[in-house]
């Protein structure tokens, strides 16, 4: 009998726990998008007009999209956090994370959002 009330105990303090972790995960996810709602709102359209620059032969570049090393031949594109793409890679994944991102695009590697 003793070894069930312990057993009781125990899940009421996993319960528990789980709970403040949920309570917890809602608070810090809300300050988040707070956070970035002060940011100046930019439209898709405006997102998809943006120029990242060519960049030309880079040194031992790995497009972090497609995983394969980008060639001497191969053209890339860099954002403004400093990460570079291939030029395809990059505008393919940009043009879908457009649109199923209410417009908030961020950078594949590091996550910065462009702006």
């Known amino acids: 009998m003793d070894s069930v ?6 899940w009421v303090a996993v ?3 789980c709970g403040m972790l949920a309570v917890g995960i809602i608070e810090y ?3 988040r998008m707070k956070a970035s709602q002060a940011l100046d709102p930019v439209t898709p359209a405006e997102l998809a007009e943006l120029a990242f620059p060519e960049v030309g032969v880079l040194e031992e570049l790995m497009c972090t999209i497609c995983l394969d090393v980008v060639a001497p031949t191969q053209f890339a594109r860099k954002l403004s956090c400093g990460h ?14 457009l649109q199923s991102s209410h417009g908030k695009v961020s950078c594949p590697s590091c996550r910065t959002v462009a702006v």
Not at 5 to 10: E, G, R, T
Not at 84 to 97: D, E, M, N, P, T
């Open 5 to 10: 009330i312990v057993a009781l105990v125990c």
């Open 15 to 17: 319960i528990v726990f």
């Open 29 to 31: 996810d809300s300050s």
């Open 84 to 97: 570079a793409f291939h030029a395809g890679c990059i505008s393919s994944w940009w043009k879908c994370r």
